[in-house]
């Protein structure tokens, strides 16, 4: 039996970390603690108690717990379980533990529906995405969501301990520490490095460096499509938003060591110009150049152009009087505003009405007043000039011409 299985807590008091929801009087705990069990979907990383708490229930409630996994069950599988309800098999309820629930296509979640509704079973189910996009919305309506965190290292190195502890080996906290710190707040394979130092220790004694070499790059999460993903980004993009160039150069940090090179690209110059946007045109220009060096020099190296990008982005004025402009302008589009064309900007057409239209280059300052919009937006303003010094000249030099 795997460690992580032969040391998993018991009962609620004994899980790393979740006080948010299993602390005395939180809310998850005052519903197991009621017995009154309703359906339920935990959301959050691997690794960090979502089956433990369902065993807990199970255990605590009498309940005869099932477990199926999204990524391997099918229809029939579902229905073989529910075939027990009212025998001597279930004698306590079903509880079924639905992990990764998301790999479950709508059909599939579908089938549920009727036993939860009938209450011949009590479901849990977990999922690492959020369920919000990836749970059938008749599911969710019918279950509470819970969300478990990732774990810190001082939440983990008990767990270490107890897995050091049955393992019987000598360790110093430098050791349990560097392990905690290294699983990326996943007390799962946190214990699974326990396990491989008990495979390569000398003479019993585990070393600082036998556990680095073992957590690798495992302490940190992410994937190419889900929350992590797109959560890192949003770290990044937010901390050059808001001129912290320390956060945004950890989250770069993280980028790169996932070897994910095109979104940084695409986020940094997206970042250029929603943010930094008319406070500091030529941004663009330069977070392209770096953005064209990284691609054309890839990893290692490409970590000098990016960083240098990133720098320049969170130190650089800021504005989005560019991106609230043409947001503005969508808004009224997509609301079947305005249409058609004042008669003097449209093409040339075959007929005999004139066009009237004013040739701005044939007057002073190649400026003349009209009118752009159509009739029902002309007095529509969509672009409002920044407080920064770009937008202030611009400003000046407008009203210059209207004098």
Same mark, same amino acid.
């Given at each position: 039996?795997?460690?992580?299985?032969?040391?998993?807590?018991?009962? =609620?008091?004994?899980?790393?970390?979740?006080?948010?929801?299993? *602390?005395?009087?939180?809310?998850?705990?005052?519903?197991?603690?009621?017995?009154?069990?309703?359906?339920? =979907?935990?959301? &959050?990383?691997? %690794? !960090?108690?979502?089956?433990?708490?369902?065993?807990?229930?199970?255990?605590?409630?009498?309940?005869?717990?099932? #477990?199926?996994?999204?990524?391997?069950?099918?229809? /029939?599988?579902?229905?073989?379980?529910?075939?027990?309800?009212?025998?001597?098999?279930?004698?306590?309820?079903?509880?079924?533990?639905?992990?990764?629930?998301?790999?479950?296509?709508?059909?599939?979640?579908?089938?549920?529906?009727?036993?939860?509704?009938?209450?011949?079973?009590?479901?849990?189910?977990?999922?690492?995405?959020?369920?919000?996009?990836? !749970?059938?919305?008749?599911?969710?309506?019918?279950?509470? !969501?819970?969300?478990?965190?990732?774990?810190?290292?001082?939440?983990?190195?008990?767990?270490?301990?107890? %897995?050091?502890? =049955?393992?019987?080996?000598?360790?110093?906290?430098?050791?349990?520490?560097?392990? /905690?710190?290294?699983? &990326?707040?996943?007390?799962?394979?946190?214990?699974?490095?326990?396990?491989?130092?008990?495979?390569?220790?000398?003479? %019993?004694?585990?070393?600082?460096?036998?556990?680095?070499?073992?957590?690798?790059?495992?302490?940190?999460?992410?994937? #190419?499509?889900?929350?992590?993903?797109?959560?890192?980004?949003?770290?990044?993009?937010?901390?050059?938003?808001?001129?912290?160039?320390? %956060?945004?150069?950890?989250?770069?940090?993280?980028?790169?060591?996932?070897?994910?090179?095109?979104?940084?690209?695409?986020?940094?110059?997206?970042?250029?110009?929603?943010?930094?946007?008319? /406070?500091?045109?030529?941004?663009?220009?330069?977070?392209?150049?770096?953005?064209?060096?990284?691609?054309?020099?890839?990893?290692?190296? *490409?970590?000098?152009?990016?960083?240098?990008?990133?720098?320049?982005?969170?130190?650089?004025?800021?504005?989005?009087?560019?991106?609230?402009?043409?947001?503005? /302008?969508?808004?009224?589009? #997509?609301?079947?505003?305005?249409?058609?064309?004042? #008669?003097?900007?449209?093409?040339?057409?075959?007929?005999?009405?004139?066009?009237?239209?004013?040739?701005?280059?044939?007057?002073?300052?190649?400026? !003349?007043?009209?009118?752009?919009?159509?009739?029902?937006?002309?007095?529509?303003?969509?672009?409002?000039?920044?407080?920064?010094?770009?937008?202030?000249? *611009?400003?000046?030099?407008?009203?210059?011409?209207?004098?």
């Amino acid at each position: 039996m795997p460690l992580a299985n032969q040391i998993r807590p018991a009962c =609620l008091d004994e899980i790393a970390g979740q006080t948010h929801l299993i *602390a005395q009087g939180k809310p998850l705990r005052r519903i197991i603690e009621s017995g009154q069990i309703p359906c339920m =979907l935990f959301y &959050g990383p691997s %690794g !960090v108690g979502k089956t433990t708490v369902a065993n807990i229930i199970a255990s605590q409630t009498k309940m005869t717990l099932h #477990r199926l996994n999204g990524t391997s069950c099918s229809i /029939a599988d579902i229905k073989a379980i529910i075939a027990q309800s009212g025998t001597l098999l279930s004698e306590g309820g079903i509880l079924l533990y639905l992990d990764e629930i998301q790999y479950l296509n709508k059909k599939q979640q579908q089938s549920l529906l009727e036993y939860i509704e009938n209450g011949e079973i009590t479901l849990i189910a977990s999922t690492t995405e959020n369920p919000y996009f990836y !749970v059938y919305g008749a599911i969710l309506s019918r279950c509470t !969501v819970f969300e478990f965190k990732s774990l810190t290292a001082d939440e983990i190195i008990p767990a270490v301990k107890r %897995g050091f502890d =049955l393992s019987g080996l000598s360790v110093c906290d430098e050791v349990t520490q560097v392990i /905690a710190q290294g699983c &990326g707040g996943d007390v799962r394979k946190a214990l699974n490095a326990v396990e491989l130092c008990s495979l390569v220790a000398d003479d %019993g004694v585990v070393t600082e460096e036998i556990a680095r070499d073992l957590v690798q790059k495992s302490g940190m999460r992410y994937d #190419r499509s889900g929350d992590e993903h797109y959560d890192t980004l949003s770290a990044l993009h937010k901390s050059i938003r808001g001129s912290d160039e320390n %956060g945004a150069l950890y989250y770069l940090a993280r980028l790169i060591v996932a070897d994910d090179l095109p979104s940084i690209c695409r986020r940094l110059l997206c970042v250029a110009c929603e943010d930094v946007g008319l /406070a500091y045109p030529n941004a663009i220009t330069i977070v392209k150049a770096c953005v064209d060096s990284a691609l054309q020099l890839g990893f290692p190296e *490409a970590r000098l152009p990016l960083a240098q990008a990133v720098v320049l982005l969170c130190t650089s004025p800021k504005s989005n009087s560019a991106y609230l402009a043409i947001e503005a /302008a969508l808004a009224d589009v #997509r609301a079947g505003k305005g249409g058609g064309f004042p #008669r003097h900007l449209q093409n040339v057409h075959c007929d005999d009405l004139e066009q009237d239209y004013l040739y701005p280059h044939d007057y002073p300052n190649h400026y !003349v007043k009209q009118q752009y919009l159509p009739d029902s937006l002309k007095d529509r303003v969509y672009y409002h000039f920044g407080e920064n010094k770009n937008e202030k000249a *611009a400003l000046s030099y407008r009203l210059d011409l209207l004098k």
